[in-house]
């Protein structure tokens, strides 16, 4: 019950008991005026609907637009239909109107005669695609090594990452440039340390950087990169996501979130051959950690079980 309804009951109540008590009784026994009872009382018809406040909005203002205006308003939008707010008042002042702009809005959104704004259409995204065996499809991204971590002398390094999208299994390699000869030996190792595991590479998805695909640059579009080609050569389907929409390569961006608590925020690096040692030694770890979407199993042993269950 709303608290409207609530106090209609209250008013009720009340005026029941002025009726058999009389006023001055009803005044003590529920704190109101006598003025309050015989306000109520006049309006009381029987029905608790007579008891519901009533709007106190007035239904004019002296102030308020003459007829003149609000025709010369019509008018001048009919005419000028597309005009902004501020171009319009200067309009409408040159013509005699001598009011601000805040009361030509107001008048102007009571009247609807602004267009009204066609609702944006809600994204939808399409249903994921779950992956059904090991090597389906491996996301493959690149992070670039916070500064913090870079001993003095120490050049600008880069991790690179794979990871299958069904098992959750990670390789990692470190380069000391972002470029699409670096993706395209990062990919002949992945192939190859996958490879190693009984796991055949079918699709690898990457985003649209220049270091996987020349499709957004500004020349030679048409020319493959030297990543393409790699995996063209080693019988991969290159898939590239939508453009400006990372959660596509979901898994290895979530992992990359995951290193920088894990692993960069309690590592320096001071030469590329160090980031490599270092790194190595914590893909072992990061494919050991037990993970919700595997059933809280460790990447290794999901891809263990795998092999037993389905091989």
């Not at 009389?22 to 006598?34: D, E, H, I, Q």
């Not at 319009?88 to 267009?115: A, V």
């Not at 190859?192 to 996987?212: K, M, P, S, W």
Request: hydrophobic fraction near 30%; proline fraction near 5%; charged fraction near 25%.
């Amino acid at each position: 019950m709303n608290n409207i309804t609530q106090d209609m009951k209250f008013r009720q109540s009340l005026l029941v008991y002025a009726e058999k008590y009389g006023v001055s009784r009803a005044t003590r026994k529920y704190n109101k005026c006598p003025s309050f009872i015989y306000y109520w009382r006049q309006r009381y018809d029987g029905t608790l609907l007579s008891l519901a406040k009533k709007s106190t909005r007035p239904h004019s203002h002296p102030n308020q637009h003459t007829d003149a205006e609000i025709k010369l308003i019509k008018d001048m939008r009919r005419r000028n239909p597309t005009l902004g707010m501020i171009e319009f008042w200067c309009r409408l002042r040159e013509r005699g109107y001598s009011r601000c702009p805040e009361s030509l809005f107001r008048l102007m959104r009571k009247q609807g005669m602004f267009t009204e704004t066609k609702p944006k259409v809600k994204y939808k995204p399409k249903p994921y695609e779950m992956m059904t065996h090991p090597g389906q499809r491996i996301q493959i991204d690149v992070k670039v090594v916070p500064k913090h971590c870079r001993t003095a002398g120490c050049p600008k390094l880069y991790q690179y990452t794979a990871i299958d999208e069904y098992t959750r299994l990670r390789y990692l390699g470190a380069y000391e440039e972002q470029s699409t000869y670096s993706s395209a030996d990062f990919l002949c190792r992945t192939h190859a340390y996958f490879r190693h595991l009984g796991i055949r590479i079918e699709c690898v998805q990457t985003d649209n950087g220049f270091e996987f695909t020349s499709r957004f640059a500004n020349t030679k579009r048409e020319l493959t990169t030297l990543f393409e080609s790699t995996a063209c050569s080693l019988g991969i389907i290159h898939k590239l996501i939508r453009p400006f929409t990372p959660r596509h390569n979901g898994k290895v961006e979530r992992s990359h979130r995951e290193d920088m608590k894990r692993f960069y925020s309690t590592h320096s690096f001071y030469s590329v051959v160090d980031f490599d040692r270092q790194l190595s030694i914590y893909q072992s770890r990061s494919n050991n950690i037990p993970m919700r979407p595997l059933h809280y199993k460790a990447p290794r042993d999901f891809f263990r079980f795998f092999t037993l269950q389905y091989v």
